[in-house]
């Protein structure tokens, strides 16, 4: 699956991105076109941050026009933007069942082998990592290259109990992991990942993992609800129409925790799932602007006869977010899979 593989030494993510192929993209990317229908900047977000497709998340840069089947990417600003929320959302219950499962693995010289899959700029390493114990050497998988080296340099060093923590990184498709490429691994971890993948992709993953009996870790999957601390009538018909963009392509967006319960289920794995919402407000202006402008961008390029009522609530919106009246809920879910360990153990 890999095309290439390097190990880096752990520091701080740069605070600007450098390649040009990210930075030289119009702001709001091409979902946004459809849905300014003329008037660039109404519905603008980050380029490349996600807002425009998933919760927020899916990317919105090409690096071709006219290359549709080429996969959309993701600004490591965006994915910086979200990383407290995702920290402070991120269900802590799971982690005892999943300590328990790592404890009783057999012992391995090197520790524990995690891999990352769309690991983005390498945040559920540097939250998860440091909770817990012992050696670990975590392989960082993601098929942009330029993401991957965020990633790297600014991956975690230390466990719970002050083990070294090291990490390689390998650019590839994650969504043709087989069991192979999971050969020794103690952990499958991903976040944000799930409600980008289709059904048949999901499959693939629970059969990787399972057939390598491995425990999978996968965070804040989108589940497709939106609670505003003032409700508006809009609310819902933009929910609705958000989460039909979320499904393009064949993508599952909201159902994706439904299958992948299902996919590891089937395949004997016993699984946990629970909330990790987003709980945005006064603290975290700039990451609900920019999820406010994504979130209704892609509701109306869903449905461009939305536009205008859309327009007056988003400006509504904005001005309560900037005068910190604003509070959101954005419901997410944690899904731990406990595959029957390989081999009978
Ligand atoms: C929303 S971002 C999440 C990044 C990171 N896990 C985080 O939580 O900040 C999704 C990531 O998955 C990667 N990705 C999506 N589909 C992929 C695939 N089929 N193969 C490899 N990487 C993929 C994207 O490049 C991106 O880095």
Redo the contacts with the bound molecule.
């Keep these: 699956m890999s095309e290439t593989t390097a190990t880096a030494p752990a520091g701080a993510v740069p605070a600007q991105p450098g390649p040009a192929e990210v930075t030289d993209a119009a702001p709001g990317g091409e979902h946004m076109d459809a849905a300014t229908s003329g008037e660039p900047g109404r519905f603008e977000a980050i380029a490349g941050a996600?807002p425009v497709v998933r919760l927020g998340?899916r990317a919105t840069l090409r690096l071709r026009e006219g290359a549709p089947e080429e996969?959309a990417?993701?600004a490591p600003e965006w994915?910086e933007l979200?990383?407290s929320a995702?920290a402070a959302a991120r269900s802590h219950d799971l982690l005892d069942p999943l300590r328990i499962r790592l404890a009783n693995l057999p012992g391995r010289p090197g520790g524990l082998v995690v891999h990352d899959l769309?690991?983005?700029?390498g945040?559920?390493g540097r939250w998860l990592a440091p909770r817990l114990d012992g050696a670990q050497h975590w392989v960082l998988?993601?098929?942009?290259p330029y993401?991957l080296h965020f990633a790297a340099v600014a991956s975690p060093r230390v466990a719970a109990d002050g083990s070294r923590v090291t990490v390689e990184t390998r650019r590839?498709?994650?969504?043709r992991l087989t069991p192979d490429a999971l050969t020794g691994a103690s952990l499958v971890t991903?976040?944000?990942?799930l409600d980008?993948l289709t059904r048949e992709e999901i499959d693939t993953l629970a059969e990787a993992c399972t057939g390598a009996g491995c425990p999978a870790l996968l965070t804040?999957s989108v589940a497709g609800r939106v609670e505003f601390g003032t409700p508006h009538p809009l609310d819902a018909e933009l929910t609705e129409a958000f989460n039909a963009h979320q499904r393009r392509g064949g993508m599952l967006g909201p159902g994706a925790v439904d299958a992948a319960c299902e996919a590891f289920s089937e395949r004997g794995a016993t699984v946990k799932v629970n909330p990790s919402p987003w709980r945005l407000g006064p603290d975290e202006r700039a990451l609900t602007e920019q999820w406010l402008r994504g979130w209704v961008g892609a509701a109306v390029e869903e449905r461009p006869a939305l536009a205008g009522p859309a327009e007056t609530y988003l400006a509504d919106r904005l001005a309560a977010c900037a005068a910190g009246d604003l509070r959101v809920v954005l419901h997410h879910s944690d899904l731990l899979a406990l595959a029957r360990p390989a081999g009978g153990r």
């Design positions: 996600g998340e996969p990417r993701y994915l979200r990383e995702d769309g690991c983005g700029t945040s559920m998988h993601d098929r942009d993401l590839g498709d994650v969504a991903a976040s944000a990942l980008v804040l």
